[in-house]
Nanobody, 126 residues
Framework: QVQLVESGGGLVQAGGSLRLSCAAS????????MGWFRQAPGKEREFVAG????????YYADSVKGRFTISRDNAKNTVDLQMNSLNPEDTAVYYC???????????????????WGQGTQVTVSS
């Protein structure tokens, strides 16, 4: 079992930045590909960014490419999401997720992830 806890959400003005962090416990994070997802009210949960086990491969949704950066520190068992140039459309609950896969794989599908955090709210005001 992997337990995931997100932190770093909050209220920010449009154009601002936030850094989300996901702390893992229970297993060594280096065995898991990680992802960040978000869910806005009335919408389905969507993929935001993913990172392979070593951090060598990343993938971003088109809507956040160039603004968000996913990174991981396997020694600290953490995965971060740096979010810049935020806009109101980024408002959502953000979740981190983990799945045990081959080393170079980045997983982009919600259904393929096995472990989820409880989420952290990000609100961007205009």
């Amino acid at each position: 079992q992997v337990q995931l806890v997100e932190s770093g959400g909050g209220l920010v003005q449009a154009g601002g930045s936030l850094r989300l962090s996901c702390a893992a416990s229970g297993r060594t994070l280096s065995n898991y590909a990680m992802g960040w997802f978000r869910q806005a009210p009335g919408k389905e949960r969507e993929f935001v960014a993913g990172i392979s086990r070593s951090g060598g491969n990343t993938y971003y949704a088109d809507s956040v490419k160039g603004r968000f950066t996913i990174s991981r520190d396997n020694a600290k068992n953490t995965v971060d999401l740096q979010m810049n140039s935020l806009n109101p459309e980024d408002t959502a609950v953000y979740y981190c997720a983990a799945v045990q896969v081959l080393p170079l794989v980045v997983v982009r599908t919600t259904a393929n992830y096995d472990y989820w955090g409880q989420g952290t709210q990000v609100t961007v005001s205009s």
